[in-house]
Structures are given as structure tokens and as C-alpha cells.
């Protein structure tokens, strides 16, 4: 059964210093997404990928994070410079958007990256 | 920004019986409701879903209950059974989106023998 896989699975970094989560959606799904858990916390949107471009994000995903697919299978969120607060567990989604509705269709999550920043 | 409320943190229930859990919501623009269950360390696994023009829609040992009216969503779990031990989140998402998903604070589950 196709699955979302995500690398690194944990990930440690100083304060100040970049990252770059990895994402492998399931084949020939269309929609792309990351969101994050922190400790303790509900899952929350960080934002959504769509024909090569962010459709939608939300507050938390400001300038300090990007989004990238940089080739046909890989799908990434790169966060310039951790502050303490990012640590939590970063999920990437994807779903196929055979449905023709945007809001329709099931995210199929991938297993998490745990950030620890220092 | 509370859209989605799981209001009961916790569940136990005896194995065999029947487990009821439950999700309000405030957004009238969603439409498509999904429930995901997770382990800890891992990532949601998608359980059942249910579409707004739906009420009801059942998947083996798993029935998702929706009443529009009441802006309320049940996920009904029979027979209960000890793997289902999980946190079980609510999620929706609306018309006015892309698919963004808001997730209930989630409600653990204690299956005992």
C-alpha cells in the first residue's frame, strides 16, 4: 500500500541554524501539505501545495519557512532559522485531488520528523 | 481559533463494547469530515470520512454519525477492542480551502480487557 514517508525521522539542531524536512508523497497525488504537533498541543496547518505553488498558510508559516518540491517525488519544508519554539513534530500530507474539490478527498499522513532545537 | 472541539479528553471503555466519541464544530463552510486515529511517535492514520451531503457512513467496525443541525460529528467503534487503544482526532476541512484540515484536541482512548 502506497504511504507518506518523512526523513530525517528526529532531527536536532541549534538555535539560529537551518533545516530542511523531507517529504515523499504517495505517487500521483496532486495536494501537499505540512503540519505540526507541539508537545501537548492540537495538530496544526502550516500550509498547502498545489500545482507547484503554496495555495494556501497560515500564520505560523511566515518567512522563516518555505516550501519546495524539487523534483517529481520529493517535497520539502525548510525553516531558515529555528527559534526554540519550532521544536514539535512536522507532518507532511498528501492527497490525490481526484475528487474535484479542493476540500474533499483524504490526507494521508506520513509518520512525522521530531525537531529538537537547542 | 477552537473550529473543531473534542470535549472529552479521555475515554475508557471495556473491550467488546461499544466506544463514542464525539466532535463539535463551528465553521458551517466545512464540508468534509474525517476521523484519524495516532499512536504516540507516529503520524495520524485515516480512519473514515464523511461528506456533508452524507449522515452516515460505515466502515466495518467503524461508523461516523454526522448531524449538520447540531454542527455535531460522533465516531461510533464496535466491538471495541484493545488495539484501538489510540488518541483519536476529529478534522475538517471546508469548502473555502485547500484541503487545510483543523484538528480536534484529540480524545485517548483506553481499551481494557
Known amino acids: 500500500e502506497p504511504e507518506v514517508t518523512q526523513t530525517p525521522s528526529h532531527q536536532v539542531t541549534q538555535m539560529g541554524q537551518e533545516v530542511i524536512l523531507r517529504c515523499v508523497p504517495i505517487?500521483?497525488?496532486?495536494?501537499f501539505y505540512w503540519y505540526r504537533q507541539i508537545l501537548g498541543q492540537k495538530v496544526e496547518f502550516l500550509v498547502s501545495?498545489?500545482?507547484?505553488?503554496?495555495?494556501?498558510k497560515s500564520e505560523i508559516f511566515d518567512d522563516q519557512f518555505s516550501v519546495e518540491r524539487p523534483d517529481g517525488s520529493n517535497f520539502t519544508l525548510k525553516i531558515r532559522s529555528t527559534k526554540l519554539e519550532d521544536s514539535a513534530m512536522y507532518f507532511c500530507?498528501?492527497?490525490?485531488?481526484?475528487?474535484?474539490?479542493?476540500?474533499?478527498?483524504?490526507?494521508?499522513f506520513g509518520p512525522g520528523t521530531r525537531l529538537t532545537v537547542l | 481559533d477552537q473550529q473543531v472541539k473534542q470535549n472529552s479528553p479521555s475515554l475508557s471503555v471495556q473491550e467488546g463494547r461499544i466506544s463514542i466519541l464525539n466532535c463539535d464544530y463551528t465553521?458551517?463552510?466545512?464540508?468534509?469530515f474525517l476521523w484519524y486515529k495516532k499512536y504516540p511517535a507516529e503520524g495520524p492514520t485515516f480512519l473514515i470520512s464523511i461528506s456533508s451531503i452524507k449522515d452516515k457512513n460505515e466502515d466495518g467496525r467503524f461508523t461516523v454519525f454526522l448531524n449538520k443541525s447540531a454542527k455535531h460529528l460522533s465516531l461510533h467503534i464496535v466491538p471495541s477492542q484493545p488495539g484501538d487503544s489510540a488518541v483519536y482526532f476529529c478534522a475538517a476541512s471546508g469548502s473555502d480551502s485547500w484541503g487545510k484540515l483543523q484538528f480536534g484536541a484529540g480524545t485517548q482512548v483506553v481499551v481494557t480487557p
Open positions: 501545495f498545489y500545482n507547484n505553488e503554496i495555495s494556501e
Open positions: 465553521n458551517s463552510m466545512f464540508d468534509y
Open positions: 500530507a498528501s492527497k490525490s485531488g481526484t475528487s474535484g474539490s479542493t476540500s474533499t478527498d483524504t490526507q494521508y
Open positions: 505517487s500521483n497525488h496532486l495536494y
